[in-house]
């Protein structure tokens, strides 16, 4: 079965600092990967998805990602943080088959201080 | 992009009473819609998955007479708490999925999600 592990459940950092996610997958074939973010009492936006393209993926609001097969991750990366971006991001895996399930993560808090 | 519905977005009901959730795909047909239950400050699990036409398929340790799941549409699924009790409170989130022709890989899309508080 797949799963995905985020490596810390809360993460600050400090306004214009570099932002750091961390996700790693288990999966016995590359899968696709995601990367989703929900704010307060809301839904889920998919900030960047890789469907075994380019490795390096872009995203919206400025992140991105990279799928590194050697190290089963896909860390989620942004240059500099902005008070908007603190909000709860999850990772999820889901297999190549296109009646595949999506597994999330536990999901982490991003807080971002002044 | 695709929009995902979802009504209503909150609703409080006493406990013993029903509650009905809908979730449409406004610009495009869903094949294949999903239900998600988070709790506070956790992750999103899996219920169900319907398919448009056939009986939800169920996650293990979820009760489908009590989570009635009927997607009669390719734009329209719902989810239906029967007997609510406190501890269905939660906020359920609705995701839908089309197969695009020739496609290999199919994008899925997230409604706002609906909290759910039985008293």
């Known amino acids: 079965a797949q799963s995905v592990t985020q490596l810390g459940s809360h993460v600050s950092v400090s306004e214009g600092a570099l932002v750091l996610l961390r996700c790693n997958y288990s999966?016995?074939?590359?899968?696709?990967l995601f990367w989703y973010v929900q704010y307060p009492n809301q839904g889920l936006q998919l900030l960047l998805k890789?469907?075994?393209?380019?490795?390096l993926v872009k995203g919206i609001n400025g992140f991105e990602a990279e799928f590194k097969k050697s190290e089963t991750s896909f860390h989620l990366t942004k240059p500099s943080a902005h008070m908007s971006d603190a909000a709860e991001y999850f990772c999820?895996?889901?297999?190549?088959?296109?009646?595949?399930?999506?597994?999330f993560g536990t999901g982490t808090r991003l807080q971002v201080t002044l | 992009g695709a929009v995902v519905s979802q009504h209503p977005s909150r609703v409080i009901c006493k406990s013993g009473t029903s509650v009905k959730i809908e979730c449409r795909s406004l610009?495009?047909?869903?094949?294949?819609m999903f239900w998600y239950r988070q709790f506070p400050k956790q992750s999103l699990m899996l219920m169900a998955t319907?398919?448009?036409?056939?009986?939800?398929?169920?996650e293990q340790g979820v009760e489908k007479d009590k989570f009635l799941i009927n997607h009669a549409s390719l734009t329209l699924s719902t989810l239906t708490v029967t007997s609510a009790h406190p501890e269905d409170s939660s906020f359920y989130i609705c995701?839908?999925?089309?197969?695009?022709?020739?496609?290999?890989?199919?994008?899925?899309?997230f409604g706002p999600g609906t909290r759910l508080t039985v008293l």
């Open positions: 319907s398919n448009e036409g056939s009986k939800a398929t169920y």
């Open positions: 999966s016995s074939v590359p899968p696709y």
């Open positions: 890789y469907t075994s393209a380019a490795t």
């Open positions: 995701s839908a999925r089309s197969i695009p022709r020739g496609a290999s890989y199919n994008e899925q899309f």
């Open positions: 610009d495009f047909q869903a094949t294949t």
């Open positions: 999820a895996v889901r297999d190549t088959g296109t009646a595949s399930k999506l597994t």
